[in-house]
């Protein structure tokens, strides 16, 4: 499990420097909001693939419908949280919500990947026992 917190630190920090980057030089002024949705999709990951792996302990089947409950709630909590940015932002900024998409991109896929790889190592274990 820490090289799942090793490797979403890494993810996290290599979409905080592209988001350090591009405020510094000009390119975009997303400004606050994300360095929020960073810490948001950072901890969503978090607390959604512990979820789906206390899950997978109980059984398979359980499993699959841990990653696809928790890939719903990420679904619903992405959503809610751009709304909520769309209603309260003063100034809406179209490159702070191609950002949050991207975010949402590489976090999913990030903790699908981890998942699925989780999956084939026990999978891989339960044939060799």
Known sequence: MSKFYTQLLLITLVCGAILFSSDLTGFTHIGFIGWIALVFFALL???LTNMSLKSAAKS???FVTGV???VGLRMMFC????VVYWVTAKERDTFFIIYFFILYLF????????????LRTDKKDGLES
């Not at 959503?79 to 751009?82: A, S, Y």
């Not at 976090?107 to 790889?117: A, D, S």
Request: proline share 0%; no cysteine; net charge positive.
């Open 45 to 47: 990951t978090t607390v």
């Open 60 to 62: 398979g089947s359980r």
């Open 68 to 70: 696809m409950g928790g």
């Open 79 to 82: 959503v809610l949280f751009v």
């Open 107 to 118: 976090f999913t896929v990030f903790e699908i990947q981890f998942l699925l790889h989780k």
